[in-house]
């Protein structure tokens, strides 16, 4: 059973395998958030660039304007017609001519209420394993971004971002609920960084913690790690997927939060006499 609405919910990570068709992961997508409405669901996250592949080339061929894209309308639509939240993963965004890695969230009735820009574009050059420059292909985008689900606040991010506990701290300030972070790390990366990210964030912010990637697809360039998961506020894995095309439901319980923060208080023992984290712009 779904948990009660007042002390959480439902949640479904759809780690689908993204394949270099666009109207194939289109439909894939709305077919599980139909799934995860039917196992009681109350949001269903999509993983990063999850209309196509995370390919630097294929990022402009698959841009589409926010909200009259198709995407956006797809996406509109399954959120209206099976009732749920949905985080829309992200896909590449025109406008004015730059490509955003842009992530969309559609509320029950299909209105679009959060848009969350890439902040922090994925930069690295491994010699020998692996070497990608997201510059080449996107802009980045430069606002926090929040939305509400009934009484809980959710802070966004993409990816790379999960990286930037600064970032992750300024959602705390906001009181944040929850951090969702759409993500596709590679093969290198993933098995070593991946869940203590998650596990980080969510320990320094005491919240929950989502990071929901694609299924790992075979693909000659970029191999996606997998691995979808949910950390609590304590730190602790409370779900995670295989590597495999798969759907990870987490019931998340919000009371849980109430008691880490009461219990471990490290947010009023912040000594922001002595060091702070400011936001600068947005
Ligand atoms: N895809 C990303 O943005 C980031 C990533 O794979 C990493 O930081 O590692």
Aim: net charge neutral.
């Amino acid at each position: 059973m779904a948990p009660s609405k007042s002390s959480g919910f439902r949640v479904a990570c759809i780690q689908m395998s993204v394949v270099n068709d666009k109207a194939k992961n289109l439909a894939v997508a709305v077919t599980r958030i139909e799934q995860a409405k039917q196992n009681g669901c109350t949001l269903a996250i999509l993983p990063e660039c999850f209309n196509g592949l995370y390919e630097i080339d294929l990022f402009r061929k698959n841009a589409e304007v926010i909200p009259s894209g198709e995407t956006c309308k797809a996406l509109s639509q399954a959120a209206k017609s099976n009732q749920i939240y949905v985080v829309g993963g992200s896909i590449p965004e025109l406008y004015n001519d730059k490509v955003y890695n842009t992530c969309t969230v559609w509320d029950p009735n299909g209105k679009l209420i959060a848009t969350h820009r890439k902040v922090h574009l994925f930069e690295v050059n491994i010699p020998g394993k692996t070497c990608y420059r997201e510059v080449n292909g996107m802009t980045p985008g430069n606002t926090l971004n929040t939305f509400q689900l009934d009484r809980f606040k959710v802070g966004l991010g993409i990816c790379h971002d999960i990286r930037f506990p600064e970032m992750a701290e300024l959602y705390r300030k906001q009181e944040c609920d929850m951090l969702i972070y759409p993500g596709n790390f590679c093969m290198n990366l993933g098995p070593l960084h991946w869940s203590l990210l998650t596990r980080s964030r969510a320990l320094d912010t005491q919240t929950f913690v989502a990071f929901v990637s694609s299924a790992r697809v075979p693909h000659p360039t970029y191999i996606t790690y997998g691995h979808s998961q949910i950390a609590n506020p304590w730190g602790e894995v409370i779900g995670e997927a295989d590597e495999k095309d798969t759907d990870l439901y987490v019931d998340l319980d919000f009371s849980v939060r109430e008691n880490m923060r009461q219990q471990v208080p490290t947010e009023k023992q912040k000594r922001n006499d002595i060091y702070d984290v400011i936001l600068k712009k947005n």
